[in-house]
DNA sequence: TAGGCCATCTGGTCCT
DNA sequence: AGGACCAGATGGCCTA
């Protein structure tokens, strides 16, 4: 308490900010009522003339009605911005006094609050903590699902909440823009348009991610943040990027042979193009699947969800999938990138991974046979 | 130590 | 009344 005398003393303005939060938490905990009381005092020893803030709080002392303590401790919030009104009066406008005409309570009449409304609005508060709670979970494991299907995925330096956003809607715009072009893009286009907007140590993580020093597009990458994307963004330059084997041995579990990998990366360019990764890097860090396990013909897919898992419980589906034609072997839909035909892009059928081991147990969605047909023709 | 990121609590609002 | 969603506040942790 001597803090906060202190504090508020020497900093009004935040001593209004602070008596606003604290206002609003002693009267959302009946057993903060000592203290309101030693607030009270305080209120009157300092403000002086500030008597409605103490007689409310003996008001919530007397009555502690249910709307002080839960849905409505509006009403105090209003009373504690009242109070700030009535203190910007007094500083501001110098003595401008309406607090006598105001009437001391607005809104309906506050009901009695009895011991088991107190009780009730206590449940019904930590309900409401655990379903925020568990919502937040939710959607953080959404966003880990989300981590999963863009590049550079890690489980031990995973990207911020914002960045795997921005990361994502940059590499829906990469793909989109190769379905629309049907081109291979180049490398440094590529991951300029994933690092769009990104942090710089996100860009530098991307980049390495791909393999590519980002001080090669950067400056570039800069220049271009704020204006729009152009349709150029991705070129026709004939890069000799391969479709690596999914399963390359710098990106299997456990070979730890990319330089990233030590902080346990695999780009998803570097698996779909043959990144330059040599065999020599060693991380023992590996701790998942790479991300994405796509291959650029659109289909990727999620690590398998244990049935407790949200999306599960709630049926959602990511619909990755299998994409083979008609009688062929499961890994056909899988060997193109930005080509029309294996043989064209120097992709084998060899260099994905067999069906069952990238997509497990995902449907098959007609968007998905539509781009194959793009690219078989 | 400042700043970024995150989890959690909380109250408001809207909807059923 | 209660749940979902949202945003503000807060404090902890980590890193440059």
Same mark, same amino acid.
């Given at each position: 308490?001597?803090?906060?005398?202190? $504090?508020?003393?020497?900093?009004?303005?935040?001593?209004?900010?602070?008596?606003?939060?604290?206002?609003?938490?002693?009267?959302?905990?009946?057993?903060?009522?000592?203290?309101?009381?030693?607030?009270?005092?305080?209120?009157?020893?300092?403000?002086?003339?500030?008597?409605?803030?103490?007689?409310?709080?003996?008001?919530?002392?007397?009555?502690?009605?249910?709307?002080?303590?839960?849905? *409505?401790?509006?009403?105090?919030?209003?009373?504690?911005?009242?109070?700030?009104?009535?203190?910007?009066?007094?500083?501001?406008?110098?003595?401008?006094?309406?607090?006598?005409?105001? #009437?001391?309570?607005?809104?309906?009449?506050?009901?009695?609050?009895?011991?088991?409304?107190?009780?009730? *609005?206590?449940?019904? /508060?930590?309900?409401?903590?655990?379903?925020?709670?568990?919502?937040?979970?939710?959607?953080?494991?959404?966003?880990?699902?989300?981590?999963?299907?863009?590049?550079?995925?890690?489980?031990?330096?995973?990207?911020?909440?914002?960045?795997?956003?921005?990361?994502?809607?940059?590499?829906?715009?990469?793909?989109?823009?190769?379905? /629309?072009s049907?081109k291979r893009p180049d490398?440094?286009?590529?991951?300029?348009?994933?690092?769009?907007?990104?942090?710089?140590?996100?860009?530098?993580?991307?980049?390495?991610?791909?393999?590519?020093?980002?001080?090669?597009?950067?400056?570039?990458?800069?220049?271009?943040?704020? @204006?729009?994307? *152009?349709?150029?963004?991705f070129s026709m330059h004939s890069?000799?990027?391969?479709?690596?084997?999914?399963?390359?041995?710098?990106?299997? #579990?456990?070979?730890?042979?990319?330089?990233?990998?030590?902080?346990?990366?695999?780009?998803?360019?570097?698996?779909?193009?043959?990144?330059? @990764?040599?065999?020599?890097?060693?991380?023992?860090?590996?701790?998942?699947?790479?991300?994405?396990?796509?291959?650029?013909?659109?289909?990727?897919?999620?690590?398998?969800?244990?049935?407790?898992?949200?999306?599960?419980?709630?049926?959602?589906?990511?619909?990755?999938?299998?994409?083979?034609?008609?009688?062929? /072997?499961?890994?056909?839909?899988?060997?193109?990138?930005?080509?029309?035909?294996?043989? =064209? *892009?120097?992709?084998?059928?060899?260099?994905?991974? #067999?069906?069952?081991?990238?997509?497990?147990?995902?449907? =098959?969605?007609? $968007?998905?046979?539509?781009?194959?047909?793009?690219?078989?023709?």
């Open positions: 308490m001597v803090f906060f005398l202190s $504090v508020f003393a020497s900093h009004w303005p935040e001593k209004r900010k602070q008596r606003f939060t604290m206002l609003t938490r002693l009267f959302s905990d009946p057993s903060l009522l000592p203290d309101v009381q030693k607030y009270s005092a305080w209120v009157e020893d300092s403000d002086g003339e500030d008597q409605k803030i103490k007689d409310e709080d003996q008001d919530a002392q007397d009555d502690m009605d249910a709307s002080d303590l839960m849905g *409505s401790s509006r009403t105090h919030s209003e009373h504690a911005g009242d109070d700030d009104e009535d203190d910007d009066a007094e500083e501001d406008e110098d003595g401008e006094d309406i607090e006598g005409d105001r #009437p001391k309570k607005r809104g309906p009449k506050k009901r009695k609050m009895t011991q088991a409304r107190i009780e009730r *609005s206590k449940v019904r /508060r930590i309900k409401a903590n655990a379903r925020e709670r568990t919502r937040m979970h939710d959607l953080n494991s959404a966003l880990d699902n989300l981590r999963k299907v863009v590049p550079c995925y890690s489980k031990t330096q995973k990207l911020s909440k914002i960045e795997t956003l921005r990361l994502a809607k940059n590499y829906i715009w990469a793909l989109s823009e190769i379905l /629309r049907g490398l440094v286009s590529y991951v300029q348009t994933l690092c769009k907007g990104l942090s710089q140590p996100t860009t530098n993580l991307v980049a390495g991610c791909l393999q590519l020093n980002s001080r090669n597009f950067l400056t570039e990458q800069q220049c271009q943040d704020g @204006g729009r994307y *152009s349709s150029g963004s890069y000799p990027y391969q479709c690596a084997r999914l399963s390359s041995p710098h990106c299997q #579990p456990g070979s730890n042979s990319h330089p990233l990998r030590t902080h346990g990366y695999c780009s998803t360019y570097d698996s779909l193009y043959g990144g330059s @990764g040599s065999p020599e890097y060693n991380s023992p860090e590996y701790e998942g699947p790479l991300s994405p396990p796509l291959c650029i013909n659109g289909n990727f897919s999620l690590k398998h969800q244990g049935p407790g898992s949200p999306e599960n419980e709630k049926g959602y589906h990511y619909s990755m999938h299998y994409s083979g034609l008609p009688g062929s /072997r499961p890994t056909g839909g899988h060997n193109l990138v930005f080509g029309s035909s294996g043989a =064209r *892009s120097g992709i084998h059928s060899e260099n994905v991974l #067999p069906y069952h081991d990238m997509h497990l147990h995902h449907e =098959r969605a007609p $968007v998905y046979d539509e781009l194959n047909a793009f690219f078989h023709n």
